[in-house]
């Protein structure tokens, strides 16, 4: 049995499994260690990936190479691409999927993957070595079957099982997820070595037999069936029948049995003390931050296919499970509720990731990376992208090749927003992501985001030859199509009955193509059939497979063209803060000039550029402006 590797990654959550895809697939022999096998990639909460700015991340992976959008796309129950209404910033492709069918898509990956093992046991002890500098190096991991594997760097994407608790009513037991074992150790060895380490909460809503209940009451969600997916490569689809959500909500009787039960919540009672999300509240927290409020929504989700397993949506709680269910029985559609099992509460320990660069290795310990929850933060894709990260980084030190470290700007991708934020900032709270904590959201699309990101991916070798090819060919075409677009004359004569018709003003004189694309009323796909000789050039060079996203493509720059030139310039100034480097540069507790919480807060965080320097809150404009003199700026 082989027990040397490169790198070793604890826990097959989505960050370990994005962690060891990418470390093995950019060659390095790689150990993938998990409590138990059979729930690898486990959907702990909602069944769903994506979502508001999460669903541009997913796109993220997969355009870099990760695999995380495939599987969504391939176990899909319903797909949706939200924020419709409003710009292409801010679409955000959100699916259901078969939870069961999740998983095992991810171990197939995984148990297919050259140069990845796994191995299912619970790892209790790092092993650490001196560096040369007196400083401490990773090594390998102790296990609690008493396996020692060696390595030359170790990911930690230990989700919720360091030291977890899990909370229903005040009953309390030890556990990592429902009906699994905690992970103890290595919060303790961590915590002796320096590492500063806190508490974190969250929790998961009541799972409904949907034979239960009175569907009438509620109100049918569909999905929606067009060309929108999260992978990029066209061979991948949604491949299962697609299933409705339902909506319903809370009354004023749901909220006074809620009510009923704050002196037994685990939140109010004193029993959890540690930070909970505040995006994702409980119910809970609802009804006692928003009392005036006499109803919530809330929302029955399949788990799977053939499953009456339903996730009720906004009704997170750690509350007594009686009350969980007398609350339930109040509402009209869940008169004759059964559960198949409760919400609960679950405490688990984090580490502070200002401890950390920004290729996600510990400051610490060298070749020692955190990825996912043990980071503070909170979701699936916010998981997956950090240990897409991490991989990468541990598989470029331990080939040699760590001294071009792969870091994503803020300009570049949510990927590089998400963690700089929690490099630079820390956390408070469960971090989530959204649209507005990226300050260049409009060249953050998520129908671009092949463009920006497939050929970082495919330089560091983790996106395929094809995966490249495909991007260029998309490239070509979409460009192909704006060229078009702005040398195709149109006369007036001949298409302004065509505009009254569709609701839009009729043109005084000719004008080019690209003029007409630029009225909100209409889109390319419609004035192709006014047109016929864009329809032709259309079917003679836009492939038939890609065809209504190389027109989308083209049809979002050729609309928002000023708004995305606009804020390219903007990025490229605050750019140009990220080349000036200052790490190790200045004595920070001699600068007399800045204050003492600035001082204190460079010291702590050790910015390694002006830019990110000007992010670190407490720190002014002016702070920057002297820190630029001091290095010669």
């Known amino acids: 049995m082989k027990k040397q590797f490169d790198v070793i990654v604890i826990g097959a959550g989505h960050a370990g499994c994005e962690a060891a895809h990418a470390s093995a697939r950019l060659g390095a022999e790689t150990l993938l260690i998990t409590i138990d096998m059979n729930k690898i990639a486990q959907m702990s909460c909602n069944p769903a990936v994506g979502g508001i700015a999460k669903g541009q991340i997913v796109r993220e992976i997969d355009a870099l190479g990760g695999m995380m959008g495939i599987v969504t796309d391939e176990t899909a129950l ?3 691409m939200l924020n419709r209404s409003k710009g292409p910033a801010m679409w955000s492709p959100r699916a259901q999927s078969d939870r069961m069918r999740f998983s095992a898509r991810w171990r197939n990956i995984l148990e297919n993957t050259d140069h990845l093992t796994m191995w299912q046991d619970s790892v209790n002890e790092l092993l650490m070595e001196e560096t040369a500098d007196g400083g401490k190096a990773v090594g390998g991991v102790r296990t609690a079957l008493g396996a020692e594997f060696s390595a030359r760097a170790v990911i930690l994407t230990a989700g919720t099982f360091l030291n977890g608790l899990m909370h229903v009513g005040r009953t309390q037991w030890p556990g990592g997820r429902i009906s699994e074992p905690a ?11 320096g590492f500063r380490v806190d508490r974190m909460k969250t929790g998961t809503p009541v799972r409904i037999d949907g034979r239960s209940v009175d569907w009438s009451l509620t109100e049918e969600q569909e999905g929606e069936n067009d060309f929108h997916k999260f992978s990029y490569l066209p061979q991948v689809s949604r491949q299962l029948p697609q299933r409705h959500c339902y909506a319903l909500k809370t009354n004023e009787t749901t909220h006074e049995v809620l009510r009923r039960g704050l002196p037994e919540s ?17 119910i809970e927290t609802k009804i006692v931050t928003f009392a005036d409020k006499t109803e919530h929504h809330l929302f029955l989700e399949p788990e799977g296919l053939e ?4 996730y009720l949506n906004g009704f997170s709680s750690s509350l007594p499970m009686d009350i969980q269910i007398e609350a339930l029985e109040t509402i009209p559609a869940l008169r004759d509720v059964q559960i198949f099992r409760p919400g609960y509460a679950i405490e688990y320990d984090f580490f502070d990731p200002t401890q950390l660069r920004h290729t996600l290795e510990t400051r610490l310990v060298k070749d020692l990376f955190f990825a996912g929850q043990v980071n503070g933060t909170t979701g699936y894709e916010e998981a997956a992208g950090q240990g897409l990260i991490a991989g990468v980084n541990a598989a470029l030190n331990v080939t040699g090749r760590g001294d071009a470290p792969f870091v994503l700007g803020r300009d570049e991708a949510y990927i590089g927003v998400l963690i700089d934020d929690l490099v630079t900032k820390g956390v408070d709270e469960p971090y989530r992501m959204f649209t507005s904590r990226a300050e260049f959201r409009i060249i953050l699309r998520q129908d671009d985001a092949d463009m920006r990101l497939t050929p970082r991916g495919h ?3 983790l996106a395929s030859d094809e995966r490249f090819a495909l991007m260029e060919s998309k490239r070509q075409q979409r460009d192909a199509l704006i060229d078009f677009a702005g040398r195709f004359s149109v006369k007036a004569s001949l298409i302004n009955d065509w505009l009254v018709a569709h609701g839009t003003t009729p043109m005084s004189q000719g004008c080019k193509l690209a003029d007409l694309i630029l009225r909100p009323q209409l889109t390319i796909a419609m004035l192709a059939e006014a047109i016929a000789p864009l329809r032709r050039f259309i079917h003679d060079n836009i492939e038939e497979a890609r065809r209504d996203e190389i027109i989308e493509a083209a049809e979002v720059q050729l609309k928002y063209a000023g708004y995305i030139e606009r804020e390219r310039m903007m990025a490229d100034r605050a750019r140009r803060l990220e080349d000036i480097v200052i790490r190790g540069k200045i004595d920070y507790p001699s600068v007399n000039a800045i204050s003492t919480e600035a001082r204190q807060k460079l010291v702590k965080i ?19 402006n002297i820190l630029l003199l001091l290095v010669g700026k």
């Not at 685990?266 to 409980?282: A, D, K, T, V």
């Not at 499953?307 to 339903?310: A, L, Q, R, V």
């Not at 910015?607 to 002016?622: C, D, H, K």
């Open 307 to 310: 499953s009456n397993e339903f």
């Open 78 to 80: 319903q797909f949706r």
């Open 606 to 624: 050790d910015p390694l550029t002006i830019g990110q320097a000007s992010r670190i809150p407490g720190i002014s404009p002016a702070d920057v």
């Open 183 to 193: 992970s103890t150790g290595i919060t303790e060895q961590l915590r002796d070595m």
């Open 459 to 461: 330089a560091v070798g």
């Open 266 to 282: 685990p939140l109010y009672n004193g029993q959890i003390q540690s930070i909970g999300p505040r995006y994702c509240p409980s």
